[in-house]
């Protein structure tokens, strides 16, 4: 009975550090996505800009 508590202890332990985990791939993912939109913005003008000057 004793061994119980140590299983429900590294049970816990371990989905804690999955969660985790996860929660900071959403975080990353979210930054990246933010970024590429700003590139996607920004990239009509490079272009644009880029045409001018042979």
Known sequence: MDNNIYLFAAFSITWTVI????FRLFRSQKVLSSQI??????????????DRHP
């Open 37 to 50: 939109d700003k590139i996607k913005k920004a990239l009509p003008k490079i272009i644009e800009s880029d």
């Open 19 to 22: 969660f985790i985990y996860i």
